[in-house]
């Protein structure tokens, strides 16, 4: 058997070693992303989560606008709020 034939023969287990390497190389990659992708997942649904806390309000005694009761101004017409 010459050299180059011996070379032919190794072709076939030298892909399949870079076949397998290149999957893990593509699975590590995918588990990666799939954790970014749950963290943005969960980060998403936490700041749903905050924007949908009911949050004290109050109305303007002046535009009977809806304004946070935290507030001393109404932030629609501006003027003053009651006195708590
Ligand atoms: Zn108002």
């Known amino acids: 058997m010459s050299e180059a034939e011996a070379k032919e023969k190794e072709k076939p287990v030298k892909l399949e070693k870079v076949?397998?390497?290149?999957?893990e190389f593509v699975g590590k990659g995918l588990r990666k992303a799939w954790s970014v992708t749950k963290s943005f997942g969960k980060g998403l649904v936490e700041t749903i989560d905050k924007k949908e806390e009911p949050k004290d309000k109050e109305t303007c005694p002046h535009c009977s606008a809806s304004v946070s009761s935290d507030s001393n101004f109404c932030a629609i017409c501006g003027k003053k709020l009651a006195e708590k």
């Open 19 to 23: 076949a397998e390497d290149t999957g």
